[in-house]
């Protein structure tokens, strides 16, 4: 009777199969993370028209601002017990906002997720 040991379970079957499990396992586990942050990132966050958080800003309501490609969030009032408040820019974009922002104080930090997007890009080649 032949010895066949591609099939056996001790790691001699053939070289492709282990390591194509392995990266499939990987794979699921890094989209699953992925998917997770992504719909995770806007938890806790209001939502309200673009002319009312323009308005806390004109009434120097908001302390800190995340500017992103579609979407402004501000934090009003001390960063403690303050709930993000999040709307969309206009399509057509606002030119006064960012003059508004620096004449009432408001905090402009680096946006680290379009930096981490920019670094994933160009390591990737997307």
Not at 66 to 76: H, K, Q, R
Not at 110 to 124: K, M, S, V, Y
């Amino acid at each position: 009777m032949e010895n066949n040991r591609e099939n056996e379970p001790n790691g001699t079957g053939p070289p492709w199969q282990l390591p194509l499990v392995r990266g499939l396992i990987w794979a699921a586990l890094f989209g699953s993370l992925m998917l997770w942050a992504l719909l995770n990132s806007g938890a806790g966050v209001q939502s309200v028209p673009y002319s009312e958080l323009k308005a806390m800003v004109q009434r120097g309501e908001v302390t800190r601002v995340l500017l992103e490609e579609y979407n402004i969030t501000v934090v009003s009032g001390s960063s403690n017990g303050a709930e993000p408040v999040r709307a969309a820019i206009p399509a057509q974009g606002d030119p006064d906002l960012l003059p508004l922002l620096e004449a009432k104080g408001v905090e402009l930090p680096p946006n680290r997720r379009e930096a981490f997007r920019f670094c994933l890009t160009c390591c990737l080649g997307f």
